[in-house]
Each structure stands twice: as C-alpha cells, then as structure tokens.
C-alpha cells in the first residue's frame, strides 16, 4: 500500500469501517481530521516509508478493539473536538443526550457539578453553551483531572476542577447535578470489547447500579432547592435507576431517550431535605 488509494484498499481487506480508515490515514498523514475530500483529490500521493508503518501498527490497534480516538488524540463531543488518552473514557455521542437535558431545563445563572468528568465533555459542552453557568467538574484520578483541564485551557472554558471521590471534597450546593458514572455491571458480555478503556469508568459492582446507587443517595445535600440530578446509564438501566432516585424521594422522575431510541438518561428534582 504504497499509495493513498492503496492504503485505503488495504484497510477494506481488513473489514475496517471506511470512514475509521480514512480518518486514521488523515492523522498518519498529519492532515486535518474531517478532510475526507482531500484523501480523494490526493488518492494517488505516495506515503513514506514511515507514514506506510504507521499506518499498519494502527490499523492492527483498531483491529484490536483500540479505540480511534486514542489513536488520534481527539474525539468531537457536542461540538467541540476534546483531546482524550487512555486515562480517560471516550466521550460517546449518548452522552449529548445529557447535555441536551441539562440545556433544555431553562436554567439561567446556574450551578453545576459534573461528577466523574472524565475528558471534562460534559462540563465544558455545559460551559461552551451556557457562559454564564458556574461549572465544576471533579473526578477521582488526576490523570484524568490533566486531560480536563488541558482541555478546558485550549477551549478557554472557565470550568472548576477538582480531585474528588463522588461529593467527598464537594463543599458547595448546586442548581443542577450531572454525571455519567460507571454503570457496567461485573461479567458483562461487552467488556472486552472495552479493554482499552479505564476500569474504573466503566465497572460498577454486580448489577453496574453500584455508583449510581451512591450519587443517588448523597446528591439531594449538595442540592438546592428545586435542583435536578441528571443520570446517564446503562441501555436497560431506566426502571432501575428511576426506582433508586423515587426511593430517595426525588420528584419528577423522568428518563430521556438516546438518538437510538433506548432511555439513555433519567433524572429528577430534589426532595424535600428535612
């Protein structure tokens, strides 16, 4: 494959997803990632022997169930395009349906917290869409953390960070709760398909309700009055994770449906703390 066109045939004998090949060959070739056309007006350009090796080793990684985004360093997220290492989950487009929810409450200058940000995707789509919200984001690894806030530097998003286990060093109350914590229970069929991917974001205890158990139970003191906590989980997780925060005496309890039609994302409005 010592052509663009080459290449790309090659990574079609592989059963490679087409768009995934094209867009790993524009990194391997240091082009911008979303020039597709230019691949086609150039299918006949020579690749080196370097660019030629490379793009074999990462085709074999993609083979290998390696996410692209930590092949190219970069995954778009509800319009931005975030930096992302294997510290961090891979922000996923099931995801946008929890930043539409929390943008769809009408919220004027609120406060939010994210928990378990991750890459910071959901904080920073909150921020780049909502200026004027107060945003702090906080997870347990600072490996993490490092990824966050780098990518709130390059965006410029003013966005909080801090090294938190769940509330465990949160001091303040929030207008509006977000998070989408680990919620794939122990023996799950897909988790070697996620290998590459951080444990700990993606675990949660034998039936994956474990973490979200937790912010259920602590959420309504880090609360103010009429606050939403807004939850994603699991694909077969909404009766289950609606049953946790009707428990705990939130109200309005509701789920929202992903692009594909499976309820992504329940939440509700904090009860009464007496």
Same mark, same amino acid.
């Given at each position: 494959?010592?052509? @663009?066109?080459?290449?790309?045939?090659?990574?079609?004998?592989?059963?490679?997803?087409?768009?995934?090949?094209? %867009?790993l =060959?524009?990194?391997?070739?240091?082009?911008p990632?979303?020039?597709?056309?230019?691949? =086609?007006?150039?299918d006949? =350009?020579?690749?080196?022997?370097?660019?030629? %090796?490379?793009?074999?080793?990462?085709l074999?990684?993609?083979?290998?169930?390696?996410?692209?985004?930590?092949?190219?360093?970069?995954?778009?997220?509800h319009?931005?395009?975030?930096?992302? %290492?294997?510290?961090?989950?891979?922000?996923r487009?099931?995801?946008?349906t929890l930043?539409?929810?929390?943008?769809?409450?009408?919220?004027?200058?609120?406060?939010?917290?994210?928990?378990?940000?991750?890459?910071?995707?959901?904080a920073?789509?909150?921020k780049?869409?909502?200026?004027?919200? %107060?945003?702090?984001?906080?997870?347990?690894?600072?490996?993490?953390?490092?990824?966050?806030?780098?990518?709130?530097?390059?965006?410029?998003?003013?966005?909080?960070?801090?090294q938190?286990?769940?509330?465990?060093?949160?001091?303040?109350k929030?207008?509006?709760?977000?998070?989408?914590p680990?919620?794939?229970?122990q023996g799950d069929?897909?988790?070697?398909?996620?290998?590459?991917?951080?444990?700990?974001? =993606?675990?949660?205890?034998?039936?994956?309700?474990?973490?979200?158990?937790? @912010?259920v139970?602590?959420?309504?003191?880090?609360?103010?009055?009429?606050?939403?906590?807004?939850?994603?989980?699991?694909?077969?997780?909404?009766?289950?994770?609606?049953?946790?925060?009707?428990?705990?005496?939130?109200?309005?309890?509701?789920?929202?449906?992903?692009?594909?039609?499976?309820?992504?994302?329940?939440?509700?409005v904090?009860?009464?703390?007496?």
């Open positions: 494959m010592n052509n @663009i066109s080459l290449a790309l045939a090659f990574a079609r004998t592989l059963a490679i997803d087409a768009l995934e090949a094209q %867009t =060959l524009l990194h391997v070739l240091n082009r990632l979303y020039d597709r056309a230019w691949l =086609l007006l150039n006949t =350009l020579e690749l080196t022997g370097e660019q030629h %090796t490379r793009y074999q080793q990462a074999r990684q993609l083979l290998d169930n390696m996410p692209l985004a930590y092949l190219t360093g970069v995954q778009a997220f319009g931005l395009d975030l930096q992302v %290492t294997p510290d961090v989950l891979v922000p487009a099931d995801t946008e930043v539409d929810w929390a943008l769809s409450l009408g919220l004027d200058q609120a406060s939010v917290l994210d928990l378990g940000t991750g890459s910071g995707a959901i920073l789509a909150l780049h869409k909502r200026p004027a919200w %107060t945003v702090q984001a906080v997870d347990q690894s600072t490996q993490a953390l490092a990824v966050a806030q780098k990518n709130a530097s390059r965006l410029q998003l003013d966005v909080v960070f801090t938190s286990d769940w509330f465990s060093r949160v001091q303040s929030f207008d509006l709760i977000v998070a989408n680990p919620y794939i229970a069929p897909h988790l070697p398909g996620l290998v590459h991917e951080p444990p700990s974001a =993606l675990v949660s205890g034998p039936l994956g309700l474990d973490d979200l158990q937790a @912010i139970d602590q959420a309504p003191t880090f609360l103010k009055a009429q606050g939403w906590l807004l939850l994603e989980h699991g694909y077969d997780q909404a009766a289950a994770v609606c049953d946790l925060l009707r428990q705990k005496g939130f109200t309005q309890v509701q789920s929202r449906d992903d692009l594909a039609g499976i309820a992504r994302c329940s939440g509700g904090r009860p009464e703390v007496k």
